[in-house]
DNA sequence: AGCAAGAATTGGAACGATCAAAGTCCGCCG
DNA sequence: CGGCGGACTTTGATCGTTCCAATTCTTGCT
């Protein structure tokens, strides 16, 4: 295992100077075409590249985006974090970035870990999930000066208008609205909605495409509750679905619309049209039609809002653009 | 934002060298008592942490590991490795490591990816997964001499005796013995096995799990096949089961148990104990029985090899331990 | 007190890249 | 022929840390 080559060394193959090889790199437009050409052949002669470090030394650049992993708590749901890391890396690496994980099992834990991220100038910038009514990451890292997206709208301020930061979000209600109109479609008018029980902001959104949807309709349908689990949702609408109380469901989830379909099974009516919402492989296996995220389009909005357009580096002040709001698509099946 | 603090700064502070500052974090044991503490609390006080590129440069190492994400395949299983990787950033980050992760959708682009990485010393060993019979990356990096340990066995070679590099897998020949076993105890004799196409090391290694408990409880069940996919697994097994051609059956994967459940209730059955493989949460909201890998213990085990046992930089050369075999766990539903 | 050996601490150099500013080359005009 | 300007290239300094070798301080012993 050969000592990498360095710049002075490719200056030296090509018969140029350390600073050339260097502009070559990063200014090709201000080096004469011959010379360009000879410097970059002797560097794929040499196979050189940049040294990481090196670099980030002196550009006070990491290229490096961090994002948390949760702790993997179980359940049907998590998945669609995941498929959203996924698509992160895969663009971030398009734009020359890279991405850094790590772990946090409270937010405390995790205000430390991006403490520490940011001291270190490990990374650029940040993306947070899981934003919650009075969330302390987004004050921090403001004051802190870290750029930074975050997967979920700062619920309770003006979002839309002034947010008050950078954000990228799925459109839930217009998800459930348009399942419900699905459902309204292929069955009855008595379209009922099971969802968490209220105070989350996402819970609300997916309840208002709901509801709005069947007020269009000029229709309405009973409105459950439940945790979000497979068991409890199960139970939850086994008397309601027992006295055909519903003509179609519309979920606020994944795990409740298992829940419901393995309580229409139980009574007798197994064809009962449900849909949930994050068209995760459990479903996908089922059957049951879901509202699909998009994960890749949230994954390129994130990047857009922290690097523009098209830029391969973390801007400065997050583009014009303050927020992304992807438009889910419903999936039947 | 003020300009973070450096091992100067603190010198000053301390009233001290900066090499004494820089022998307080990295070799505590040879400075003096009383002088460790003033530079302790001039640490605390300025808030240093040092710049992690700074100390990459000189030491020449990263203290990052990378790791690979799938492009996000859909189906089922692609939970567990999520749930590896989770796992390995939490133990990383204890061992005072990072993970990166990065993206590549085909064995060529990740060996591109790895080499990128390995010249660019962003990382100091890789950790890889889903190795096949006649990989071509564990012997790129032998030859580049970059550490990694692999998340699937060196399929074909003598894995356990003489492996040609260190890796982790789970055990699972003894996750379907025992799911044989349970069945064998709670249902009739006749145990099937649902499992792939013959060839992949993994699904060979599953079926023998089944195959060696069956011989030993003097008994046969038929063996069926089926790619994995539950629809597929569905359609292979409905008439074997209208034809109650088996007491029970224990699958190489969740989708085919989903599968197979699912062809259980069309067929009347729908108490027939199916066993499936990867304990998703897919399974688990279907009260499916499974066997769980344990990625956690599959994490630890991974940095086991890389760094040692309480290590926490990368042993050059993969400790004696040359591999682990975690043993999983049968969960009862 | 004097001295040697070990412990503790220090200043200079280096890691490999980019920035900033100072050259060099060349043709062209006065 | 000298000088000017623009295009291109080079030199020296720097980022913040750790390595290396040299220096100073302690301690114990004669």
Redesign the interface.
Not at 49 to 54: E, F, G, L, V
Not at 69 to 72: A, I, K, N, Q, T
């Given at each position: 295992?050969a000592k990498?080559p360095t710049v002075d060394d490719v200056a030296r193959v090509a018969g140029v100077s350390r600073q050339t090889v260097s502009n070559v790199l990063n200014t090709p437009s201000i080096v004469k075409d011959s010379t360009r050409q000879r410097v970059e052949s002797a560097i794929a002669d040499l196979?050189y590249?940049?040294?990481?470090?090196?670099r980030?030394?002196r550009t006070r650049r990491?290229s490096?985006i961090g994002i948390h992993?949760?702790?993997?708590a179980?359940?049907?749901s998590?998945?669609v974090l995941?498929?959203f890391?996924?698509?992160l890396?895969?663009h971030a690496?398009d734009r020359g970035m890279?991405?850094?994980?790590?772990?946090a099992r409270t937010p405390e834990e995790e205000l430390a870990?991006l403490a520490?991220l940011a001291?270190?100038?490990?990374v650029d910038a940040v993306v947070i999930t899981g934003t919650f009514y009075g969330d302390p990451r987004t004050g921090w890292l403001h004051r802190?000066?870290l750029p930074f997206v975050s997967f979920g709208r700062p619920w309770g301020d003006d979002d839309v208008g002034q947010p008050s930061h950078p954000w990228v979000d799925v459109d839930g209600a217009a998800g459930t609205r348009a399942a419900t109109e699905h459902a309204l479609s292929i069955a009855g008018p008595r379209v009922a909605f099971l969802g968490w029980p209220s105070g989350s902001g996402t819970g609300d959104d997916r309840e208002r495409g709901w509801s709005e949807a069947m007020a269009a309709a000029r229709t309405s349908g009973p409105r459950w509750t439940a945790v979000d689990d497979?068991a409890v949702a199960r139970d939850a609408v086994t008397e309601a679905l027992g006295g055909r109380q519903a003509d179609a469901v519309v979920c606020a989830s994944d795990?409740l619309a298992?829940g419901v379909h393995?309580a229409a099974?139980d009574a007798g009516i197994p064809r009962l049209p449900v849909v949930g919402f994050d068209n995760?492989?459990?479903v996908?296996?089922?059957g049951i039609s879901s509202v699909e995220q998009l994960?890749e389009r949230v994954a390129a909005g994130t990047l857009e809002l922290l690097m523009g357009p098209t830029g391969n580096v973390v801007a400065p002040h997050p583009s014009g653009l303050a927020h992304v709001l992807v438009t889910p698509r419903l999936v039947v099946r």
């Open positions: 295992m990498s196979g590249r940049p040294h990481a470090a090196a980030m030394l990491s490096t992993l949760d702790p993997y179980g359940g049907v998590g998945v995941d498929r890391v996924h698509a890396t895969e690496g890279r991405m850094l994980v790590y772990a870990r520490e001291d270190r100038a490990e802190r000066g497979v795990s298992i393995l099974v995760t492989p459990a996908e296996a089922l994960p």
